[in-house]
């Protein structure tokens, strides 16, 4: 049975205490996905009882249904064996259990509302450090933590699980400056558990824990996304959390260039692979008539080789219909037109010269979001992210003068690189007539 070998083998830190809230915090791979879907497991057979439903809720619909359920370390293989659900419905998100209960799943990205009205007896919380975030009435993203909710869990969740036992299992990487994972962090009330990457060595690839640990080190990056731990945000920091969340879009607005801009690997990383495209006429966000850009895309991937990144480079440049793949002149400029070359032809290349210095060249694109010490600022941002791009804003929320010189960014290269060959930063009025596709900002 998959429920015994999992009491056999589970670690100390993954046992399931006697509290109604629980947080598991962790790294990356530390084995915190597979600890919320075992404790809800265990909590489904233990009250089988057909009185009270249950709820799996994460940052999005699809990531509860796909990563929570039926991933490999999902819900339904945790309860194969000693407790086989009757029918999973996909569509509907819903879990129907031999007892007649049902465990729903929903996104935090709505609300979860979904689960607004049900008798839930608890339910697992993935990932809340990429839960949206959204202000009170009266008040504008970049406020006081006061001002600012998590619909999902204030809303939603604390009025649903309102019968026997009332358990929740909260899990995710601790993402810095989240209002939710401080909050969590601080009550007392809270049991919380602490997980690393290096925890699970067992289960994982040691040449890729080797590979992170040498790039991130004791980097804030790494101490959050291997290390588990809670970073908040950091002093001289070109990007904060409620900066980037105040400008974003929910909606790709109609564009008039796309650039996929590549910063190749050096050594054991990831190569950096970022879509930006230029707004056509007006920005939806409705602030300025001057140039702005969205952030479409991050495809930054660990390759196994030359031609893997600029493969995945110029997958990027088709499925986007973009009009050019560039580089950094000065940075692996020629190698990545030049790779890409030998592989398609067709890709239209070029380069791009930027101010040399991670820090110098990153700061006039970080000026298109605004001045992280004005938050009056951050809703005439120039620089939109459609939808969430978690690790490349990982990399941006880390970066800071005393951070520069400890790692290389490469997400955050090729966004520099993207937003620089597009020149947003001209002050120009724009003139196209191009109506842009009205757009939701979250709010």
């Given at each position: 049975m998959r429920s015994e070998l999992?009491?056999?083998?589970?670690?100390?830190?993954?046992?399931?205490?006697?509290?109604?809230?629980?947080?598991v915090r962790g790294g990356r791979g530390s084995g915190k996905t597979r600890t919320g879907s075992e404790a809800l497991?265990?909590?489904?057979?233990?009250?089988?009882?057909?009185?009270?439903?249950?709820?799996?809720?994460?940052?999005?619909?699809?990531?509860?249904?796909?990563?929570?359920?039926?991933?490999?370390?999902g819900?339904?293989?945790?309860?194969?064996?000693?407790?086989?659900?009757?029918?999973?419905?996909?569509?509907?998100?819903?879990?129907?259990?031999?007892?007649?209960?049902?465990?729903?799943?929903?996104?935090?990205?709505?609300?979860?509302?979904?689960?607004?009205?049900?008798?839930?007896?608890?339910a697992w919380c993935d990932e809340v450090g990429l839960w949206?975030?959204?202000?009170?009435?009266?008040?504008?993203?970049?406020?006081?933590?006061?001002?600012?909710e998590v619909k999902a869990w204030d809303e939603s969740i604390q009025f649903a699980v309102r019968k026997e036992p009332g358990l929740l299992v909260v899990t995710g990487t601790p993402k810095r400056g989240h209002i939710l994972v401080r909050r969590l962090i601080n009550d007392s009330l809270v049991i919380k558990t602490h997980m690393t990457m290096?925890?699970?060595?067992?289960?994982?690839?040691?040449?890729?824990?080797?590979?992170?640990?040498?790039?991130?080190?004791?980097?804030?990056?790494?101490?959050?996304?291997?290390?588990?731990?809670?970073?908040?945000?950091?002093?001289?920091?070109?990007?904060?959390?409620?900066?980037?969340?105040?400008?974003?879009?929910?909606?790709?607005?109609?564009?008039?260039?796309?650039?996929?801009?590549?910063?190749?690997?050096?050594?054991?990383?990831?190569?950096?692979?970022?879509?930006v495209g230029m707004i056509a006429g007006q920005c939806p966000c409705g602030d300025t008539n001057l140039p702005h850009a969205a952030v479409l895309?991050?495809?930054?991937?660990f390759p196994s080789g030359p031609n893997h990144w600029a493969a995945e480079a110029i997958n990027a440049y088709h499925d986007h219909t973009a009009d050019r793949v560039v580089?950094?002149?000065?940075?692996?400029?020629?190698?990545?037109?030049?790779?890409?070359?030998?592989?398609?032809?067709?890709?239209?290349?070029?380069?791009?010269?930027?101010?040399?210095?991670?820090?110098?060249?990153?700061?006039?694109?970080?000026?298109?979001?605004?001045?992280?010490?004005?938050?009056?600022?951050?809703?005439r941002s120039r620089v939109h992210h459609i939808g969430r791009l978690p690790e490349l804003e990982d990399e941006m929320l880390a970066f800071s003068q005393e951070e520069a010189g400890l790692w290389s960014p490469n997400r955050l290269d090729a966004l520099v690189w993207a937003i620089t060959e597009l020149d947003i930063a001209a002050t120009r009025p724009m003139t196209s007539n191009v109506a842009a596709v009205t757009s939701a900002r979250i709010r």
């Open positions: 999992w009491n056999r083998t589970r670690r100390p830190a993954q046992i399931p205490p006697d509290a109604p809230t629980w947080y497991a265990e909590w489904i057979r233990q009250y089988d009882t057909g009185d009270g439903d249950w709820a799996v809720i994460a940052p999005t619909f699809s990531d509860a249904r796909d990563i929570c359920m039926e991933g490999e370390s819900l339904l293989r945790s309860l194969i064996g000693m407790y086989d659900p009757v029918r999973w419905n996909r569509s509907m998100g819903q879990l129907h259990l031999r007892n007649g209960a049902t465990v729903f799943t929903d996104g935090a990205d709505d609300g979860a509302l979904r689960i607004q009205g049900k008798n839930l007896r608890g949206r975030i959204s202000t009170k009435d009266g008040h504008r993203l970049g406020a006081r933590d006061d001002a600012l290096a925890d699970n060595r067992a289960n994982l690839l040691p040449a890729r824990i080797d590979a992170l640990t040498a790039k991130y080190g004791d980097t804030a990056l790494g101490r959050q996304e291997l290390g588990g731990e809670y970073v908040d945000e950091i002093e001289g920091a070109l990007w904060l959390v409620a900066q980037i969340d105040a400008s974003r879009l929910t909606e790709t607005p109609r564009l008039t260039r796309i650039i996929v801009a590549v910063d190749p690997p050096g050594g054991a990383t990831e190569c950096g692979i970022v879509v895309e991050d495809r930054s991937l580089g950094e002149i000065n940075y692996g400029g020629d190698m990545v037109m030049n790779t890409i070359a030998n592989l398609d032809g067709s890709v239209h290349t070029g380069t791009v010269r930027a101010t040399r210095g991670k820090i110098l060249r990153a700061e006039p694109i970080a000026g298109l979001y605004g001045d992280p010490a004005r938050s009056e600022t951050w809703t």
